[in-house]
């Protein structure tokens, strides 16, 4: 018979996808999003289950309480720019993701919106991924934050209106998305300036994270244009389309080991974002065996 631990455990674990993806949201790391489901188990241990009605609901709030935790003390740490990282991506293969996955990246959740997420404050970023994306009654935002009600409340439409205003509203059609890129990537082969310059949105903003150089930044067309003619020129003698966080991207290869990894984000059939990933240290760490066969 089922001891009342083993039990405790199954009814984590059927928590567990959904914990992750708010902790992914929260943090865009994928260790530290483990690290504080990890965490939220273990202060169910700690605590009487027998007294929570909603599981579920409590456990969303323990996660969004270690993640405030986590990124306050991140925002602290952080004095300098060279600091500054892409989020962790997701990657699948091209042809879809498979059912965890899926729950982790459900309601669009790309790069480039987790960008934008960084530039929240902690309470902000936590009001507006509890409630705009988990439903999370402000009832119970308000003592993770500190404030009432109405105060969380506006802690996510501050949150809401930057995202609107600085988040590119993406493609949703995967076939469209991928025929966009594909035109891109044929332009950098071929050297064509021009092609490239017509596929990329005019304030296309291109983010690349080497890391140790920190995170780099270039916006507009011609100038993102050049910097992938460059990219041309030492790109990887192999390359796998794949989806990265859900949208069309690129696994760049040598002797099987990845050594870039680009999200595209289309909008109007034009490129409105470019993420590249090519930090030798994290890229060691990507799961990619879904990418084989």
Same mark, same amino acid.
């Given at each position: 018979?089922?001891?009342?631990? =083993?039990?405790?455990?199954?009814?984590?674990?059927?928590?567990?996808?959904?914990?992750?993806?708010?902790?992914?949201?929260?943090?865009?790391?994928?260790?530290?999003?483990?690290?504080?489901?990890? $965490?939220?188990?273990?202060?169910?241990?700690?605590?009487?289950?027998? $007294?929570?009605?909603?599981?579920?609901?409590?456990?969303?709030?323990?996660?969004?309480?270690?993640?405030?935790?986590?990124?306050?003390?991140?925002?602290?740490?952080?004095?300098?720019?060279?600091?500054?990282?892409?989020?962790?991506? *997701?990657?699948?293969?091209?042809?879809?993701?498979?059912? $965890?996955?899926?729950?982790?990246?459900?309601?669009?959740?790309?790069?480039?919106? /987790?960008?934008?997420?960084?530039?929240?404050?902690?309470?902000?970023?936590?009001?507006? *991924?509890?409630?705009?994306?988990?439903?999370?009654?402000?009832?119970?935002?308000?003592?993770?934050?500190?404030?009432?009600? =109405?105060?969380?409340?506006?802690?996510?439409?501050?949150?809401?209106?930057?995202?609107?205003?600085?988040?590119?509203?993406?493609?949703?059609?995967?076939?469209?998305?991928?025929?966009?890129?594909?035109?891109?990537?044929?332009?950098?082969?071929?050297?064509?300036?021009?092609? /490239?310059?017509?596929? /990329?949105?005019? =304030?296309?903003?291109?983010?690349? =994270?080497?890391?140790?150089?920190?995170?780099?930044?270039?916006?507009?067309?011609?100038?993102?244009?050049?910097?992938?003619?460059?990219?041309?020129?030492?790109?990887?003698?192999?390359?796998?389309?794949?989806?990265?966080?859900?949208?069309?991207? *690129?696994?760049?290869?040598?002797?099987?080991?990845?050594?870039?990894?680009?999200?595209?984000? *289309?909008?109007?059939?034009?490129?409105?974002?470019?993420?590249?990933?090519?930090?030798?240290?994290?890229?060691?760490?990507?799961?990619?065996?879904?990418?084989?066969?």
């Amino acid at each position: 018979m089922m001891d009342e631990r =083993d039990f405790l455990a199954n009814r984590f674990e059927e928590h567990r996808t959904h914990l992750k993806a708010v902790a992914y949201r929260m943090l865009g790391s994928l260790a530290e999003a483990d690290d504080a489901v990890q $965490e939220a188990w273990l202060r169910l241990n700690r605590s009487d289950a027998s $007294e929570v009605a909603n599981l579920g609901g409590w456990l969303t709030t323990v996660v969004g309480r270690v993640c405030l935790d986590m990124l306050r003390s991140r925002t602290s740490r952080r004095e300098d720019p060279i600091d500054e990282r892409l989020p962790d991506p *997701v990657i699948a293969p091209a042809s879809g993701t498979d059912p $965890e996955q899926e729950a982790l990246l459900a309601d669009s959740v790309g790069l480039a919106l /987790l960008v934008v997420l960084e530039s929240l404050s902690p309470a902000e970023r936590l009001a507006f *991924v509890l409630h705009d994306t988990f439903a999370v009654p402000f009832e119970d935002i308000a003592p993770i934050v500190g404030r009432t009600p =109405d105060a969380a409340r506006q802690l996510a439409s501050r949150a809401r209106r930057r995202v609107r205003g600085a988040a590119p509203s993406p493609e949703r059609d995967r076939a469209r998305q991928r025929t966009v890129v594909e035109a891109f990537l044929a332009a950098a082969r071929a050297g064509d300036f021009e092609a /490239l310059v017509a596929v /990329l949105d005019p =304030d296309v903003e291109l983010r690349a =994270d080497t890391g140790a150089a920190g995170l780099m930044h270039l916006r507009g067309a011609r100038t993102v244009a050049s910097q992938a003619l460059t990219f041309r020129r030492a790109a990887a003698p192999a390359s796998r389309p794949a989806l990265v966080n859900g949208t069309a991207g *690129v696994v760049n290869l040598q002797d099987g080991r990845p050594v870039s990894v680009l999200s595209f984000t *289309v909008a109007g059939d034009r490129i409105v974002a470019i993420d590249i990933l090519a930090d030798p240290a994290r890229l060691k760490d990507l799961d990619l065996a879904l990418l084989d066969g």
